[in-house]
């Protein structure tokens, strides 16, 4: 049986959900059920699923609310399922040219959940972005893409890897 992985996030804007969708198709391709929800959805419940993973924009140094209360509010089935956490966020080439630590709180969750990794990938921050604070950004020039889907795509294959390790199974395409 291939390894089922919920992939639930916590977006404003889009930019994660897309990340998500991206890490839940390398994951398809690469032999798993993956499935990428909204973390506030009642669909995402860790109980039914061999593995999570959860990622959160980064909004004024905080991982978007949503990816938090999932977090806070699956604690006890989480603690026993293989986890890995993600952000994104920098509006800048940053996440591309050096690993960027886990925001506080996030750092946090890692260590009570023994969560395996977190990674941060770039954010994206265009025209027509909800919220005062994204349109002061974008007016002053700093917004743009900055998602390295390369990027993000070797690390879910690393994840897909992990899985088939765990389970005994060669990973595959490799």
Not at 1 to 25: D, F, Q
Not at 91 to 109: H, Q, T
């Amino acid at each position: 049986m291939p390894s089922n992985v919920l992939i639930a996030y916590g977006t404003k804007n889009g930019s994660t959900a897309r990340i998500a969708e991206t890490v839940a198709e390398v994951l398809r391709r690469e032999g798993c059920v993956a499935e990428a929800l909204p973390a506030r959805s009642a669909a995402a419940r860790p109980a039914s699923y061999d593995a999570v993973i959860v990622g959160g924009g980064l909004y004024a140094g905080r991982w978007h609310k949503d990816a938090r209360r999932f977090v806070r509010r699956n604690r006890r089935e989480l603690a026993d399922l293989p986890l890995w956490f993600f952000s994104s966020g920098p509006l800048d080439a940053s996440a591309s040219e050096r690993k960027i630590s886990p925001v506080r709180g996030v750092r946090r969750a890692m260590m009570r959940l023994d969560t395996r990794e977190h990674v941060t990938f770039g954010g994206c921050l265009e025209e027509g972005a909800k919220g005062y604070v994204a349109r002061m950004i974008l007016r002053s020039g700093k917004g743009g893409d900055f998602r390295d889907f390369a990027v993000i795509e070797t690390w879910a294959a690393h994840v897909a890897a992990e899985l088939a390790r765990d389970r005994g199974l060669p990973a595959k395409g490799r």
